[in-house]
């Protein structure tokens, strides 16, 4: 799975690296962030992994946030939780998540499950399977 996927927050640290709010043209982070994801969107594609398309709007989907938790449930809790890329239609704003690794990166059998827990809740976003 292509794991260089611009996100909000890669865009604002580019826009960091130049040390400047605007871009040359003078547009605002939300102008170089879908610049930067239509250009590395493309090259994304092109390296033999295609974007998820959405079937009701017959469109490409555009990556939203890469690194989300995604948190299986049990009857009694949580039990894994996993690593994962957010996608979104760029027409209807439906959201799906998919890029999951091989493994989890943490279970509740684990000592430090709360902790890894906690740290995606506050880092990025957790996304619960019930
Ligand atoms: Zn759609």
Known sequence: MQKEII???VASKAL???QREVDNDG???SCMLQALKETL???IKYKGYHCPVCAACQTEMHPERNGVGVVDYADYGPVNLWEADLWECPK????IVVGF???PISSHIEDDF????????RESIIIGNH
């Open 16 to 18: 960091k690296i130049f």
């Open 92 to 95: 209807c704003h439906i959201q």
């Open 41 to 43: 969107g493309s090259l």
């Open 7 to 9: 996100t909000p927050a």
């Open 27 to 29: 547009d605002p982070r």
């Open 114 to 121: 709360d902790k890894i827990m906690e740290l995606y809740g």
């Open 101 to 103: 690794g091989d493994y």
